[in-house]
């Protein structure tokens, strides 16, 4: 695996395990419950982290099976950064529609789901092709194309920014005062 995506999958796997680490102590119960209805509870937070992963995942493989991807050059950075920006922010922001969807699950579906797409990601980037780390493999569905690196990237902020969703859920976090994008007060 090239060095930059092996950094990467390295951090997205430091987040997941964070992610982990800091719910492990909760009761089932607790990780199983929405706080509200219309908000997810732990589980769901992690069964979209596992939608988003899959639908990259898929991506790549369909764009390495048919072709057609190329260098991202600098506009994968400037997408990369306006992503990272808006997640750091205190707007939270509707999930795109594709990975809005969340059904409800027990923790432990949840935890061997996102388990089975980080090791179907750890095969698919030791498989990858020479030459094609640069190219736009991995798709954002509102930012765009950017290089597998930079959405490795892009999927450990997307964990830490739901690890902090998870910690509010649980009570460990205060809200912070944050609001949804076009819903008004959450």
């Known amino acids: 695996m090239e060095r930059s995506l092996d950094r990467a999958f390295t951090r997205m796997e430091h987040e997941r395990k964070a992610f982990l680490d800091s719910v492990s102590h909760l009761p089932e119960g ?26 990259a995942l898929s991506y790549l493989r369909k764009k390495l ?20 920006v808006a997640l750091a922010t205190p707007v939270r922001w509707k999930a795109p529609r594709i990975i809005s969807d969340v059904p409800h699950t027990s923790w432990q579906n949840a935890m061997i789901q996102w388990r089975s797409v980080r090791d179907d990601w750890h095969r698919s980037l030791e498989d990858l092709p020479a030459g094609t780390a640069a190219h736009g493999l991995f798709k954002h569905p509102v930012a765009g194309k950017l290089t597998l ?20 859920h649980a009570g460990l976090l205060s809200g912070g005062g944050r609001r949804k994008v076009g819903s008004g007060p959450s």
């Not at 607790?30 to 979209?48: C, D, F, N, R, Y």
């Not at 190329?70 to 994968?76: D, H, N, S, T």
């Not at 690196?149 to 509010?168: D, N, T, Y």
Request: aromatic residues 4%; without cysteine.
């Open 65 to 84: 099976h048919h072709g057609g991807h190329g260098p991202v050059r600098l506009a994968g950075t400037f997408r990369l950064v306006a992503l990272r």
């Open 30 to 55: 607790l990780l199983e419950q929405a706080p509200a209805t219309g908000k997810w509870s732990i589980a769901q937070i992690v069964v979209h982290l596992v939608q988003a992963e899959t639908s």
């Open 149 to 168: 690196a930079q959405g490795l990237r892009f999927m450990a902020v997307h964990v830490r920014h739901h690890h902090g969703q998870a910690m509010r």
